[in-house]
Every structure is written in structure tokens, then in C-alpha cells.
């Protein structure tokens, strides 16, 4: 718990305005992480309830999770909402697409999530943020060629 802490300060560093979400580990976590904005409410975690005043970054607990491209991605979408912006992800559940065609639609119909993406590669260890990246880069090219 403390580590993540610190590494969202580190995070956010350059955002002094910005009041920090709380950071907790959990196997409920939809895929790597999850965001949930401000509001006037509490959510059940694991058996405990947590006030959402500040949102809240929850964060797989999964062994596989690239913990500070993660953080940096679910911070970001804080840092969007903090600034006026409307998170706009078009959801993960497209039928029939492959993995590859449902990253790529996911990110590219996707303002924040693009600007999510972009935000957390420099804080990525692990190959696949840079694969997500190549494919959406390639799919970009494809489309502007057409
Ligand atoms: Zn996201």
C-alpha cells in the first residue's frame, strides 16, 4: 500500500492543485485498474466501505499487472476529471473482435483513454504498453493512407 502511495505523489508531482484518490489493491479490480470519479457516495470493496469525496483508484491485485503504467493510466483519468474533461471509453465489450482490434478500438474512439495511454507509456516496464502503442500507430497510418 505504501509504495503505490508513493509512487501516485511521484505521479503527480507536477499537479500540486490536485487532491490525491485513495489507492487500494483488490481481486475485484476490472482488468488492470479501475477509476471512479468524485462523487457524494461510498463504494463496498472487499467488505469495506470507502467514501468516494476524492474518487478512488482500484488496482488488480493480479500478478501480471504492470503496477505503474497502471497507476500513471487510472491517475491520468483522475487528472482528466479534475480538469473538466468527460471520460469517454467506449467499453471493453465488443463481440467478435479479436484482443488486437478490441485495444485498437478501445484507445482510438476513445479521447481520454487515448490520452490515458499516452500519458502512462513512459511509465510502462513491460512490452505490451509498447505493442498497444505500435498497433495504434500502424492502425493510424492504415487509415490515413485510405
Ligand atoms: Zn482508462
Redesign the pocket.
Known amino acids: 500500500m505504501q509504495s503505490e502511495l508513493l509512487m501516485l505523489r511521484t505521479i503527480a508531482r507536477p499537479d500540486k492543485q490536485i487532491i490525491l484518490p485513495p489507492v487500494i489493491i483488490t481481486e475485484q479490480a476490472q482488468a488492470g485498474?479501475w477509476?471512479v470519479e468524485p462523487e457524494r457516495a461510498q463504494i463496498l470493496i472487499d467488505g469495506r466501505c470507502y467514501p468516494l469525496n476524492r474518487g478512488l483508484i482500484a488496482i488488480s491485485s493480479s500478478a501480471e499487472v504492470d503496477l505503474d503504467n497502471v497507476l500513471a493510466?487510472?491517475y491520468r483519468?483522475h487528472w482528466q476529471v479534475m480538469n473538466g474533461w468527460q471520460l469517454d471509453?467506449v467499453g471493453w465489450n465488443a463481440p467478435g473482435l479479436s484482443y488486437k482490434q478490441k485495444i485498437i478500438r478501445y484507445f482510438s474512439r476513445s479521447k481520454?483513454?487515448m490520452d490515458?495511454?499516452l500519458f502512462s507509456l513512459p511509465y510502462a516496464t513491460e512490452d505490451q504498453a509498447l505493442e498497444w502503442q505500435e498497433w495504434l500507430i500502424k492502425e493510424k497510418e492504415l487509415k490515413g493512407k485510405a
Open positions: 485498474g477509476y493510466h487510472e483519468h471509453s481520454s483513454e490515458a495511454l
